[in-house]
């Protein structure tokens, strides 16, 4: 805002002139579109943070049901493969060392082998219960970020 104050006095008229003024800018020419361009900047950055979290929370998900199909390969190759394999040459240890063509020593083995693997696959059985309940945990960021950010 500016403010003036005039005085004049001519010599051949008679009497003094006395002025006042007084200017203040309104602003209508837009020179408001400078806010509304951060403005509009900072839409496009957060839109952009969005997809960025967006895809982490995709990536995370993923690796979870990776984990998941994981544990269960796991679980499964224990169940079908390895404590059948174990349970069977127990037995047939059992079954030579009643009919004396075995040593004690290899009957402790394969009932130590036995033992191990059961333990084995009962930690893979809590691995896969644990990725299941990771997968769609509410304290799983991944899945609390996707189900967040889906429109």
């Not at 104050?5 to 003024?21: D, K, M, R, S």
């Not at 390969?73 to 059948?84: A, C, G, K, N, S």
């Not at 896969?128 to 309940?133: E, G, I, S």
């Amino acid at each position: 805002m500016t403010a003036g104050f005039q005085l004049e006095h001519n010599p051949p008229a008679p009497g003094t002139l006395i002025g006042f003024g007084v200017s203040m800018p309104l602003f209508v020419d837009g020179r408001q579109d400078g806010p509304i361009r951060r403005a509009g900047v900072a839409l496009t950055e957060a839109e952009a943070q969005r997809e960025r979290v967006r895809a982490q929370a995709l990536a995370d998900r993923r690796g979870a049901q990776a984990q998941v199909a994981s544990a269960r390969t796991q679980v499964e190759r224990y169940e079908q493969d390895l404590v059948p394999q174990a349970r069977e040459v127990a037995e047939a240890t059992e079954f030579a060392r009643q009919h004396g063509a075995m040593s004690l020593q290899d009957l402790l083995d394969a009932r130590r082998t036995l033992h191990s693997v059961m333990l084995e696959a009962a930690q893979a059985h809590a691995d896969h219960a644990k990725a299941l309940a990771n997968l769609d945990s509410p304290s799983n960021p991944a899945a609390r970020d996707l189900h967040a950010l889906t429109p």
